[in-house]
């Protein structure tokens, strides 16, 4: 679709959408782009991650919401996905004591849904190349771009280069967006980068005979106050639990025996489960990731460029929305497409218009959700007003 020249060249007639990143919100939004009709291509610097034996990423699994379904609808992929997705239909906080209180997330009928990143990432990629009119590309990465001109310059891993132009650029890659650097140097963008004291590290709880070794249809949270371990199901009967303190702390645990007697003196009830062994060894497997929240504005440059995702706003993982949110850039910027027939000078303004309120009250909400989750569902108010208000 879009041509790849050794030369930059201005003679193109037809609108062509160049998607950069094949990550969750890239993929998703090659098909929006496609089922309109318009050419697109996506561009991942990744190899596709379909063929890969190790696919490198951050979490294994995400909750999947209603924000994010409504998205995958559109384009007719809610059923597939959530299929493949198990429901978590409440908290279930895990004191020191090892009792366990259910604390719903809505009404009884009410459930966010645990989806493997991964197959999801995959299934996207599989949708998106069904439409005769997108294309991908891996082994692309992003160098450099001009906004004036529309041109990208990719680079290979065998350091070809490669040079593309496009009418729209969409930058969908990610917290550290290539596409977004650009930005930085125009006047009047606004930019902020906040990393929180906190990283996060992922560990592995199998099936205990054959069988999920905890209640599979919550979302698990062993609230500590300055610190959290979260569990969500896999359909292999497997739980990833996710471990967030602050760094300080992962870096005061040198040894096995340290991690054991911090498992014994904060989540006893998960030592059994995910194996003593497995804990000792798990813990020093990779070092613990850094989470940043990112605001900007505008999320556009005149009608070439838009960001989206995590590209325009990555937030903290605790309100459980960074991919639902970037889904719903999609759906949102498709609307627009419509009502502005497809003018794009016109539907990049009124994207950031309408778009970049609601994705800082997203990262704003997750900030707050930060301090929720590791404390305030710990409290008896907390637990006492939900169980007043019957939610
Ligand atoms: P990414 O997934 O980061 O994809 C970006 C893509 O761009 C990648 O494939 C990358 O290889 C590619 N790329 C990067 N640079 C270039 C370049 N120069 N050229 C070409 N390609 C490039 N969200 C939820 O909704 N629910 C959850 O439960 C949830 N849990 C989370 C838990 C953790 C621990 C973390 C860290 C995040 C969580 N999130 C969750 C957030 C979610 O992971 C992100 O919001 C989501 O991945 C954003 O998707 P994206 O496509 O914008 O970016």
Redesign the pocket.
């Known amino acids: 679709v879009l041509n790849a020249m050794e030369e930059p060249s201005d003679n193109r007639q037809k609108k062509v959408v160049a998607v950069?990143?094949?990550?969750?919100?890239?993929?998703l939004n090659a098909c929006f782009f496609a089922k309109r009709g318009l050419d697109v291509e996506v561009?991942?610097?990744?190899e596709d991650?379909r063929q890969a034996k190790v696919v490198k990423?951050?979490?294994i699994?995400?909750?999947?919401?209603h924000r994010?379904r409504q998205a995958l609808k559109h384009v007719g992929m809610e059923e597939k996905i959530v299929s493949q997705g198990i429901p978590m239909h409440a908290r279930m906080i895990h004191s020191l004591n090892g009792k366990q209180s259910p604390i719903p997330y809505g009404k009884k009928s009410q459930y966010i849904l645990s989806v493997d990143?991964a197959n999801l990432?995959k299934q996207l990629l599989t949708e998106a190349e069904t439409y005769p009119n997108a294309k991908l590309n891996f082994d692309?990465?992003?160098?450099d771009w001009s906004a004036e001109k529309g041109l990208m310059t990719?680079v290979r891993s065998d350091g070809t280069k490669e040079h593309i132009q496009a009418d729209l650029i969409v930058g969908?890659?990610?917290?550290?967006?290539?596409?977004r650097k650009q930005f930085l140097r125009r006047s009047r963008f606004n930019y902020s980068q906040t990393y929180i004291p906190h990283g996060?590290m992922?560990l592995t709880m199998p099936p205990i005979n054959g069988e999920f070794a905890m209640k599979p249809n919550y979302l698990h949270i062993w609230p500590r106050n300055t610190f959290m371990m979260i569990a969500?199901p896999n359909l292999d009967k497997t739980f990833t639990c996710?471990l967030f303190m602050p760094f300080d702390e992962f870096e005061k645990i040198t040894t096995g025996d340290q991690v054991i007697e911090f498992f014994q003196k904060c989540f006893p009830d998960s030592i059994p489960l995910i194996g003593a062994d497995a804990l000792r060894e798990d813990y020093f497997r990779l070092p613990a990731?850094a989470?940043v929240s990112v605001k900007c504005s505008p999320y556009h440059i005149g009608d070439k460029c838009v960001l989206?995702?995590?590209?325009a706003h990555?937030?903290v993982?605790f309100y459980?929305?960074?991919?639902?949110?970037?889904?719903e850039d999609c759906i949102v910027f498709d609307e627009i497409m419509e009502q502005f027939n497809e003018d794009l000078a016109a539907v990049l303004a009124e994207y950031s218009r309408v778009r970049v309120p609601d994705d800082h009250a997203i990262a704003d909400l997750a900030m707050y959700n930060y301090v929720e989750m590791r404390a305030h569902v710990n409290s008896k108010w907390f637990l006492f007003r939900k169980h007043v208000d019957n939610i």
């Open positions: 950069v990143g094949g990550g969750l919100v890239g993929a561009f991942e610097s990744r991650i990423g951050r979490s699994n995400l909750a999947l919401s994010g990143r990432n692309h990465k992003l160098q990719f969908c890659d990610g917290a550290f967006s290539a596409i996060y992922e969500l996710t990731q989470m989206m995702g995590d590209a990555a937030v993982p459980g929305q960074g991919m639902n949110a970037g889904f």
